[in-house]
């Protein structure tokens, strides 16, 4: 699903028809991100399937019935299920938040009746239940919810970002990985870039890369490499000790490398970046990508090479000891725009280097 290129109205159509399908969450769009962009920019959008579907009344599109009608059926159970979340009793609010995370989930008009009526505060504040299905059906109907943007904006406003982080540390798996997913969401817009950075979200990211599911794990690294796009988040990232860890993930068989390769392109541009990636023994990695990845891997892999060599002789030795040369000569001709560019300039740089002109 190329869904950036879809509205609104053509990613509810899509949910509309295909049942089983979870919510488009904003950031999950940005795995395709990882192919289809040339400045290391997310865009893409997938879909999560949903876990607990059956029990629950659907909400049918509104080209299927007279919208008035589907308005007033959606605003008459809204305002009912925010009475449940309002009251004290478990298995009420266990029930409602199970009946919002669908509603939220199915089409745009449920997101906009569940906003207007005062559900995002209600699901914040439920970020804390000490019931873990209340809680993972909160943080998931926030993700559904997040995909409107002005939705994304109101779920910010009401101070979602530390309870967010609360069950990222504390949650159940799916409950985590939902909350990582709602994070990257959010990070879409620049401005939550810097509030989610300065709030503490690296560390629980990157433990959930160590011990996440691998869906988990996955969200993890799209939120982190939305935040490492921002200069000041970069550091962060680093001293939470996540290169290792994204090195380790660029085994073929985790099926991660491409999200890992991104963000280790954005770590590569601070010099703590570029020592970790050294440690760790992260240039050999990256050499494999160059040779035997994805075509975005491949550019984003000489992307960080050539942040690598340029910026230092040594490393730019080591890199040139792992037979970096054959494999960029190959995509200086083949690669994408991107990656063509980058081989070309670490070839470049390379003659520079034994004719005498290196850097001092």
Same mark, same amino acid.
């Given at each position: 699903? !190329?869904?950036?290129?879809?509205?609104?109205?053509?990613?509810?159509?899509?949910?509309?028809?295909?049942?089983?399908?979870?919510?488009?969450? =904003?950031?999950?769009? !940005?795995?395709?991100? +990882?192919?289809?962009?040339?400045?290391?920019?997310?865009?893409?959008? !997938? *879909?999560?399937?949903?876990?607990?579907?059956?029990?629950?009344? @659907? =909400?049918?599109?509104?080209?299927?019935?007279?919208?008035?009608?589907?308005?007033?059926?959606?605003?008459?159970?809204?305002?009912?299920?925010?009475?449940?979340?309002?009251?004290?009793? =478990?298995?009420?609010? $266990?029930?409602?938040?199970?009946?919002? @995370?669908?509603?939220?989930?199915?089409?745009?008009?449920? $997101?906009? %009746?569940?906003?207007?009526?005062?559900?995002?505060?209600?699901?914040?504040?439920?970020?804390?239940?000490?019931?873990?299905? =209340?809680?993972?059906?909160? *943080?998931?109907?926030?993700?559904?919810?997040?995909?409107?943007?002005?939705?994304?904006?109101?779920?910010?406003?009401?101070?979602?970002?530390?309870?967010?982080?609360?069950?990222?540390?504390?949650?159940?798996?799916?409950?985590?990985?939902?909350?990582?997913?709602?994070?990257?969401?959010?990070?879409?817009?620049?401005?939550?870039?810097?509030?989610?950075?300065?709030?503490?979200?690296?560390?629980?990211?990157?433990?959930?890369?160590?011990?996440?599911?691998?869906?988990?794990?996955?969200?993890?690294?799209?939120?982190? !490499?939305?935040?490492?796009?921002?200069?000041?988040?970069?550091?962060?990232?680093?001293?939470?000790?996540?290169?290792?860890?994204?090195?380790?993930?660029?085994?073929?068989?985790?099926?991660?490398?491409?999200?890992?390769?991104?963000?280790?392109?954005?770590?590569? +541009?601070?010099?703590?970046?570029?020592?970790?990636?050294?440690?760790?023994?992260?240039? @050999?990695?990256? *050499?494999? *990508? %160059?040779?035997?990845?994805?075509?975005?891997?491949?550019?984003?892999?000489?992307?960080?090479?050539?942040?690598?060599?340029?910026?230092?002789?040594?490393?730019?030795?080591?890199?040139?000891?792992?037979?970096? %040369?054959?494999?960029?000569?190959?995509?200086?001709?083949?690669?994408?725009? $991107?990656? $063509?560019?980058?081989?070309?300039?670490?070839?470049?740089?390379?003659?520079?280097?034994?004719?005498?002109?290196?850097?001092?």
């Amino acid at each position: 699903l !190329f869904a950036n290129r879809l509205s609104n109205k053509g990613l509810t159509a899509i949910l509309d028809n295909c049942p089983h399908l979870e919510s488009l969450d =904003i950031r999950h769009c !940005f795995n395709v991100c +990882m192919d289809n962009t040339l400045d290391v920019r997310m865009r893409g959008q !997938f *879909v999560r399937r949903q876990t607990s579907d059956r029990g629950f009344p @659907r =909400i049918t599109s509104s080209s299927s019935m007279d919208a008035q009608g589907d308005l007033s059926a959606i605003e008459n159970q809204v305002h009912k299920l925010i009475d449940d979340l309002r009251s004290d009793f =478990i298995e009420g609010q $266990r029930s409602a938040t199970s009946e919002i @995370r669908l509603l939220a989930k199915h089409n745009m008009e449920s $997101r906009i %009746v569940l906003a207007n009526c005062g559900a995002i505060n209600l699901l914040v504040g439920l970020l804390h239940s000490p019931d873990a299905k =209340i809680q993972e059906n909160a *943080v998931t109907a926030l993700l559904n919810l997040s995909i409107s943007d002005n939705n994304r904006i109101a779920i910010v406003n009401a101070d979602a970002v530390d309870p967010l982080i609360h069950v990222l540390e504390t949650g159940n798996p799916e409950a985590k990985e939902n909350s990582a997913a709602t994070l990257s969401s959010l990070l879409v817009i620049k401005e939550n870039k810097v509030r989610v950075g300065r709030s503490g979200a690296v560390k629980p990211l990157v433990d959930l890369l160590v011990s996440g599911t691998p869906q988990g794990k996955k969200d993890a690294a799209i939120a982190l !490499f939305y935040l490492s796009i921002l200069h000041e988040n970069k550091g962060r990232i680093v001293q939470a000790d996540a290169v290792k860890q994204l090195v380790k993930l660029m085994d073929p068989a985790l099926g991660m490398t491409d999200k890992a390769v991104a963000v280790l392109a954005n770590l590569a +541009m601070i010099p703590e970046g570029r020592t970790a990636i050294w440690e760790t023994r992260g240039i @050999r990695a990256l *050499v494999e *990508v %160059v040779e035997l990845g994805s075509p975005r891997g491949k550019e984003n892999a000489a992307a960080a090479l050539l942040q690598l060599c340029t910026n230092s002789n040594r490393y730019c030795s080591l890199v040139l000891k792992e037979g970096a %040369v054959p494999p960029l000569a190959t995509l200086s001709q083949s690669g994408t725009p $991107r990656a $063509r560019e980058k081989a070309q300039a670490l070839i470049s740089y390379f003659r520079s280097l034994r004719h005498g002109n290196s850097l001092s």
